[in-house]
C-alpha cells in the first residue's frame, strides 16, 4: 500500500437539477492501479473532470497529497493541477490538428522556461533534450508514421496517453484508455501502466467498460452508481457482490 | 532619381510595408494563436494618434513619443484582453470591433487633444535627410517588417510558437497538459498589438497629417482581405496578400495605368473595394487556405 494521493470530501455536482455526482468521502491513490467502474451516467467522467477541474464543483474539497505535503486543490486551474502532477486522458478523441506526433510530445515536454515570446532560438536544445524519452515511446509504440500526423483514432488515442506519461504525473486518470485500440496496443498500454505504476511515484484510477481488464490490472476497484461511490474492494469483492451484479453487470454484462 | 526617392513611390512603398507588417502580426494573432482581433485599426490607429498627441501638442521627444505610444497600445491590448480574450470567438470579434470604434471616435471627439476633423499634423520625419528623407524612413518601415516577418518564420519552429499553435488547435487540451493558456494568450496578445501601435507611429510620420477618417474599419478589413488571400496560417501570407491587394492598386495601377484624372478619386476607390471583395469571395470558396495554401 502507498500512500494516498487525493482526498475527496463531501464533492457534488448537479447539471440543471440533476445530481451528477455526490461524494461523500473517498480516498484515492492508495494502490499503484485503482479501477473505477459503474454503467454508463454514473459519473464516473464527471468525477474525473471535478478533480481536474475540468469542471467546477458545486461544493466540496479536494486535497491532493504530493510527496506527503497537504495542498487543497479545489479552486485551482485544470493546468495548475496539472502541473503539480495530476492529468487526465481522455475518453473522447482529443487532438492538435496541425500537431504532428512528434511536435504534440515536444509541446507536452515543454516548459514554460522555453515557451517566452522572445525565447524563438531554443527549439534544437528542447529538442535535444526530449529526444530519448519520446524515440523510447514511439519504439515501443509503433506507429504507422511516426514521423508525421497520427492516423488512425486509435493512434490519436495513444498519442493521448503519451502526451501525458512524458508529464510524469503523480497521479494520472484514465478514461477508457483502450476503448478502440487494437488487442496489441491495449496489451502494451496496460503492461506499460503496470510498469509505470511499479517503477515511478505514479498511480493510476482507470475507468473502463472492458471489465476484464480492470479486474486484471486494478489492486482495488470502486464501484459507483447514480453518483455515488457505493462499494470499494479487491476485484474478487466487486466482482463477488450482488449489488454490482444487478446494478452493472445484470444489465450490461450477459 | 531624387524625384522619385521622394515621390509618391517611396510613400507607397512606406505604406505597403506598413500594411504587411499589420498583416503579419494579425497572422501571429489570429493565423497562429487564433484570436479574432477585428480591431487592428484600433490598436495602429491608438499607436498613431497617441504619438501625434504626445509629439506635437506635448512637444515630447520623437523617439519617447514613439516608445510611450507604443507602450500606451500594449497597455490599453493588455487591458482589453483580461477582459475578452477567453471569450468565444464571436465576442472577441466585437469588442475588438468595439474598441476600434472607440479609438475613431475619441480621435473625433476630443479636439482639445486630437483637434477632432481638423487633423493633428504636421508629424515630421523623425530625421532630416534632404530629399531622401523619405527613401530613408521607408528603409526604416522595411527593416522593422522584417524583424517582425523573421520573428514569424522562427517561431513557427520554435517551443513557443507551437503552444501558440495547441492553443488556436484545442485549447482545453493544452490546459490539461499544464499550459497556462489564458495568461500566454493575454501577454501574446499585448504585444503584438502594441507593435501595432509601432506601426501606426511609423505610418504617422509617413502620412505627416492625421485625420479621424484614417481610423475607419477599412483599414482592419484591408489587412484582413490581405491576409485571408496570402493564406493565414502562412509566414508570408500577410506579405503576398498585402501585395496583391495594396500594391497592386495603390501602387501598380494607380502609378502604371492611365486612369481619367475624374474617374480617380471618384470611381476607383469603389471599384477598388469592388475587387477586393470580389477577390476574397473567390478565395474562400476556391481556395479558403489563401493563395500559397496549406502547408505541406
Redesign the interface.
Known amino acids: 500500500m502507498a500512500e494516498k494521493k487525493l482526498h475527496i470530501r463531501n464533492v457534488a455536482k448537479s447539471f440543471s437539477g440533476r445530481t451528477v455526482v455526490d461524494v461523500a468521502d473517498l480516498t484515492l491513490g492508495t494502490h499503484g492501479i485503482e479501477g473505477l467502474i459503474g454503467p454508463n451516467g454514473a459519473g464516473k467522467t464527471t468525477l474525473m473532470n471535478l478533480i481536474?477541474h475540468?469542471l467546477k464543483m458545486d461544493h466540496g474539497q479536494v486535497i491532493y497529497f504530493p510527496n506527503g505535503k497537504e495542498l487543497d486543490i479545489s479552486n485551482k486551474?485544470?493546468?495548475?493541477i496539472?502541473?503539480l502532477g495530476i492529468?487526465?486522458t481522455?475518453q473522447v478523441i482529443?487532438?492538435?490538428?496541425?500537431?504532428s506526433i512528434r511536435?504534440s510530445l515536444?509541446?507536452?515536454l515543454?516548459t514554460?522556461k522555453?515557451?517566452?515570446?522572445y525565447?524563438?532560438?531554443?527549439?534544437n536544445k528542447?529538442r535535444k533534450e526530449a529526444k530519448g524519452e519520446i524515440d523510447t515511446y514511439l519504439d515501443y509504440f509503433r506507429f504507422e508514421n511516426p514521423g508525421g500526423h497520427a492516423l488512425s483514432a486509435g493512434e490519436k488515442k495513444l498519442l493521448d496517453i503519451i502526451?501525458?506519461l512524458v508529464?510524469k504525473p503523480k497521479y494520472l486518470l484514465m478514461d477508457e484508455p483502450t476503448a478502440g485500440l487494437s488487442e496489441e496496443q491495449t496489451v502494451k498500454v496496460i503492461e506499460l501502466m503496470k510498469r509505470k505504476t511499479e517503477e515511478e511515484d505514479m498511480s493510476i484510477l482507470v475507468v473502463e467498460h472492458d471489465l476484464d481488464l480492470i479486474w486484471n490490472v486494478s489492486e482495488l476497484v470502486y464501484f459507483m452508481a447514480e453518483g455515488e461511490i457505493l462499494l470499494q474492494g479487491t476485484p474478487e469483492e466487486i466482482r463477488k457482490d450482488r449489488t454490482v451484479a444487478v446494478k452493472y453487470m445484470g444489465v450490461s454484462h450477459v | 532619381m531624387a524625384q522619385f526617392l521622394s515621390g509618391y513611390a517611396m510613400y507607397s512603398f512606406s505604406s505597403i510595408v506598413v500594411f504587411i507588417g499589420l498583416a503579419t502580426l494579425l497572422h501571429l494573432q489570429f493565423g497562429v494563436t487564433g484570436m479574432v482581433n477585428f480591431g487592428v485599426v484600433g490598436f495602429f490607429g491608438l499607436g498613431m494618434y497617441s504619438f501625434g498627441v504626445f509629439l506635437i501638442q506635448y512637444q515630447i521627444p520623437y523617439v519617447i513619443s514613439m516608445l510611450l505610444a507604443t507602450g500606451l497600445t500594449g497597455v490599453v491590448a493588455l487591458g482589453l484582453g483580461k477582459i475578452i480574450l477567453d471569450l468565444d470567438s464571436q465576442s472577441i470579434l466585437v469588442a475588438t470591433l468595439a474598441i476600434a470604434t472607440v479609438v475613431e471616435d475619441l480621435a473625433t471627439t476630443e479636439k482639445w487633444l486630437t483637434k477632432g476633423v481638423i487633423g493633428l499634423g504636421t508629424v515630421p520625419f523623425p530625421f532630416n535627410l534632404g530629399p531622401y528623407s523619405q527613401a530613408a524612413y521607408f528603409l526604416l518601415s522595411l527593416v522593422l517588417t522584417v524583424l517582425i516577418v523573421l520573428y514569424a518564420s522562427k517561431l513557427e519552429s520554435a517551443p513557443y510558437g507551437r503552444l501558440l499553435m495547441s492553443i488556436r488547435d484545442n485549447e482545453p487540451l493544452a490546459q490539461s497538459l499544464g499550459k497556462s493558456t489564458s495568461r500566454q494568450k493575454l501577454y501574446f496578445f499585448a504585444i503584438t498589438s502594441s507593435l501595432m501601435g509601432l506601426f501606426g507611429t511609423l505610418h504617422a510620420s509617413n502620412v505627416h497629417f492625421l485625420v479621424p477618417r484614417m481610423l475607419g474599419p477599412g483599414v482592419t478589413f484591408t489587412v484582413w482581405i490581405a491576409l485571408i488571400l496570402g493564406g493565414r496560417k502562412r509566414i508570408l501570407g500577410g506579405l503576398v496578400g498585402t501585395l496583391a491587394t495594396i500594391g497592386l492598386f495603390d501602387f501598380v495601377i494607380e502609378t502604371f495605368v492611365p486612369i481619367p484624372a475624374s474617374a480617380q478619386s471618384q470611381l476607383m476607390p469603389v471599384i477598388k473595394l469592388w475587387i477586393y471583395g470580389l477577390a476574397l469571395m473567390l478565395i474562400l470558396m476556391y481556395r479558403p487556405s489563401g493563395i500559397l495554401g496549406e502547408k505541406k
Do not use: H, P
Open positions: 481536474i475540468r486551474r485544470t493546468d495548475e496539472a502541473r492529468v487526465k481522455n482529443q487532438d492538435f490538428e496541425s500537431l511536435d515536444l509541446l507536452s515543454s514554460t522555453y515557451e517566452q515570446f525565447k524563438i532560438f531554443s527549439e528542447l502526451r501525458c508529464l
